[in-house]
């Protein structure tokens, strides 16, 4: 869905920035605390489950709000290929922030350990106890979460690829601070 | 876009050297963060590896403490235990328990009179969710005072240099009062015999918000009796097994639950220091052993009792120990779950 604007919403732009702050932080934070046995790795963990949720809440939010006002269109003379990379890329990114947490949450859950929130709140577990799901769970978020990073790499060198080689506009979009320079503006 | 010229080629060089010193560095900050850049990091991997014997660990079960009984019971809370800490657990109450008794060895098969350390492990299940989960054992100190120290142990033991355990002895010279209490502590014959520490020091927050460093322990009900370790060994490989389901057949076992505060200054850090007997103690409540099950379907087998797994009102304290466990038993946790089909969930012997 792509509309007449040039760029993402104010809203779409904080919610854009502040979940790349979050799940940066959250991928850093689960390869570490794996890697770890001193005390730090507790208070990661202790990190690592409470954010992720908020991950889900706002990708359920951001969602939404990409349904409501949609995405400005790609620059018309943007190759093919890299236009279905895009759509293909945002895709996975929404895949991403949604499935993470949700295997978390479950590999969690058939793992029978208390999922808790901060100030010693508990969720309640979305899945029995299974040693199979929570292998396959625990293999799922662990590769997914190197793809992930892979995917956000991609995404940064793309994103300066437009903003500086490209210089269509496509950066200046989801920059984080509104854009008043209307010549970077896609061609339409 | 319009085919590049020389010019334009040339002005592009930049800005894709800069993307990719941005992908590189942005790659090479997570190999950093993940210990890629780091072998000499002490790793839950690595300490779980520690563990194995040099035949290879025995798939499907615990990395460590891997021959255990299951049992179901409850803790009977007396409401003492409120005046040190908010948790709900040590509201007067009772809160059902899933426990294991076990003993510290990574061999499931082993002979049980061969192992010097004997523990249990609980989780305890008040009403409201707020779950408690311990593991602890019969020791009454730690044999060594860091988690670093305990990954040179197994090192040293599983060494073939000659002078291993001796440059580890010398390093580490706290290791001596555990071999002096190995070689003299009497074995008891029972599970139900046993007095069973934490070891680890956790702090309890009360309702004025103030912490109290604690150590908690489990006093038996039964009668010590004490056995050679020929006359152990005499009662057959699972004697420890059979006995306390012997003992639980007949009626439930007890122990009663007490918590230690430290003065100030008492070493909290330090779970191969005991503190002094006259410290304050607690008698918090009851915990009794109802009934017991086969590990291999039994409710005990597919917990991880991490022991930083407590409610609102117990804190960790600045002891390296519960976050090095933790970290390594959910190593230990994933490989099983992962090798269940090498331990099916159906007991293979006689049921009790």
Redesign the interface.
């Known amino acids: 869905m792509t509309v007449d604007r040039t760029h993402f919403t104010p809203l779409q732009r904080g919610l854009h920035w502040l979940m790349a702050l979050c799940i940066l932080a959250m991928?850093?934070i689960g390869?570490?605390?794996?890697?770890?046995?001193?005390?730090?790795?507790?208070t990661l963990?202790s990190i690592h489950k409470p954010l992720g949720i908020a991950i889900l809440v706002l990708a359920l939010i951001r969602l939404v709000v990409r349904l409501r006002y949609g995405a400005p269109a790609l620059p018309a003379?943007l190759?093919i290929p890299m236009k279905l990379a895009a759509k293909l890329s945002h895709y996975a990114f929404y895949a991403l922030m949604l499935a993470m947490p949700l295997l978390g949450w479950g590999m969690l859950s058939a793992?029978?350990?208390?999922i808790v929130m901060f100030g010693?709140v508990?969720l309640p577990p979305i899945l029995p106890?299974s040693?199979?799901l929570?292998?396959l769970l625990?293999n799922a978020h662990f590769y997914l979460a190197f793809a992930f990073?892979a995917l956000?790499?991609l995404h940064?060198?793309a994103a300066?690829?437009h903003a500086?080689?490209?210089r269509d506009g496509v950066f200046e979009a989801m920059a984080p601070v509104p854009s008043h320079d209307q010549d970077l503006a896609p061609a339409e | 876009?319009s085919a590049p010229t020389p010019s334009s080629a040339r002005s592009?060089i930049g800005?894709?050297v800069?993307?990719a010193a941005?992908?590189a560095g942005?790659?090479a900050?997570?190999a950093f963060?993940?210990?890629w850049f780091s072998p000499q990091?002490?790793?839950?991997v690595k300490?779980v590896d520690a563990l194995a014997p040099p035949t290879g660990p025995a798939l499907g079960h615990r990395r460590n403490h891997a021959k255990g009984i299951c049992f179901t019971g409850a803790f009977e809370a007396n409401g003492a235990g409120s005046a040190l800490s908010t948790a709900q657990v040590f509201a007067s109450g009772r809160s059902p328990v899933v426990g294991r008794f076990n003993l510290g060895t990574p061999d499931p098969k082993v002979v049980d009179a061969t192992v010097r350390v004997r523990g249990i492990s609980l989780r305890i299940m008040p009403p409201g969710?707020?779950?408690w989960r311990t593991a602890m054992i019969d020791l009454p100190f730690f044999p060594v005072a860091t988690?670093q120290a305990f990954y040179e142990l197994l090192t040293a033991s599983a060494s073939k240099a000659p002078d291993a355990m001796k440059s580890f002895a010398a390093a580490h010279p706290e290791i001596g009062a555990f071999g002096a209490w190995a070689g003299t502590a009497p074995f008891t014959a029972s599970y139900a015999e046993e007095r069973y520490n934490s070891l680890n020091s956790f702090l309890f927050t009360d309702a004025s918000g103030t912490d109290h460093a604690v150590r908690w322990s489990l006093l038996p009900a039964a009668q010590p009796t004490f056995l050679s370790v020929a006359d152990l060994t005499a009662r057959g490989p699972d004697v420890l097994e059979q006995d306390i389901i012997d003992r639980v057949g007949k009626g439930p076992q007890t122990w009663t639950m007490t918590v230690t505060a430290a003065n100030s200054g008492d070493p909290t850090a330090d779970p191969s220091k005991a503190w002094p007997d006259d410290r304050k103690t607690v008698q918090v409540g009851t915990l009794t052993v109802n009934k017991i099950e086969p590990e291999a379907d039994g409710p005990c087998r597919?917990?991880?009792f991490?022991p930083?797994?407590v409610?609102?009102g117990i804190k960790?304290s600045?002891d390296?120990f519960?976050?090095?466990r933790?970290?390594?038993y959910a190593v230990s946790?994933?490989r099983r779950?992962?090798e269940?089909k090498d331990y099916p969930?159906v007991a293979t012997e006689a049921k009790p």
Do not use: C, K
Not at chain 1, 35 to 41: A, D, E, V
Not at chain 1, 111 to 114: S, W
Not at chain 2, 41 to 44: A, G, H, V, Y
């Open positions: 991928l850093f390869v570490g605390m794996v890697s770890t046995i001193t005390q730090s790795y507790v963990v003379d190759p793992a029978a350990y208390p010693g508990t106890q040693d199979s929570h292998t625990w990073f956000i790499l940064v060198a300066l690829f500086l080689i490209r | 876009m592009v800005p894709l800069l993307i941005v992908v942005g790659a900050a997570f963060t993940a210990g990091r002490l790793t839950p300490l969710g707020q779950e988690p597919d917990i991880n991490d930083t797994v409610p609102s960790l600045d390296p519960p976050s090095a933790s970290a390594a946790f994933d779950t992962a269940a969930r």
